[in-house]
T-cell receptor, first 111, second 114 residues
């Protein structure tokens, strides 16, 4: 039981490049979330999903897109990366929508 | 608007001393409250949660927290801190009618000195 895994762990992008972050969970959880963590800002919710095929915007959705084609996977996409998107990205999943289990994070640098 | 405030950015305590980390929230609905711990380079781990009932809740690793509605607070406590408790601590709030959105505080960094 791996819990929540994130791929990749580190990535460096140039401004304007695109990429997709993958989150996978093996706990059969309905709810999945993407957060970004910036110094002094805590965690801020980007997008979330309450089930396969559904997505919704969180607090800071601009510049990101998501997809939940399979229940176990939640993808976060950056179509045209900007330096302001330099951050640590965390994925989380939840069975009930309240207790969240977090992945180890992806450190993204946009130059 | 919903918000969570952790007034202490950084706290230093001696090993064996007691600890209290403060958390205040502003929320329009009945809140569900959480404390998470993050070790360096790791994801967040749930320490404890409050949904309803007894306002003093026990968590893992010897932590407890008390919900005080009148003060809009959910402070985290531990009677005797261990060196391994050094980490970043986050308070979070959510509720039933928010579309499952959670709001996190900015965190309190705990240093434990021998």
């Amino acid at each position: 039981n791996a819990g929540v895994t994130q791929t990749p762990k580190f990535r460096v992008l140039k401004t304007g490049q695109s990429m997709t972050l993958l989150c996978a969970q093996d706990m059969n959880h309905e709810y999945m979330y993407w957060y970004r963590q910036d110094p002094g800002m805590g965690l801020r919710l980007i997008h979330y999903s309450v089930g396969e095929g559904t997505t919704a915007k969180g607090e800071v959705p601009d510049g990101y897109n998501v997809s939940r084609l399979k229940k176990q996977n939640f993808l976060l996409g950056l179509e045209s990366a900007a330096p302001s998107q330099t951050s640590v990205y965390f994925c989380a999943s939840s069975k009930t929508g309240y207790e969240q289990y977090f992945g180890p994070g992806t450190r993204l640098t946009v130059t | 608007a919903q918000s969570v405030t952790q007034p202490d950015i950084h706290i230093t305590v001696s090993e064996g001393a007691s600890l209290e980390l403060r958390c205040n929230y502003s929320y329009g609905a009945t809140p569900y409250l959480f404390w998470y711990v993050q070790s360096p380079g790791q994801g967040l781990q749930l320490l404890l949660k409050y949904f309803s009932g007894d306002t003093l809740v026990q968590g893992i690793k010897g932590f407890e927290a008390e919900f005080k509605r009148s003060q809009s607070s959910f402070n985290l406590r531990k009677p005797s801190v261990h060196w391994s408790d050094a980490a970043e601590y986050f308070c979070a709030v959510g509720a039933l009618n928010t579309g499952n959105q959670f709001y996190f505080g900015t965190g309190t960094s705990l240093t434990v000195i021998p």
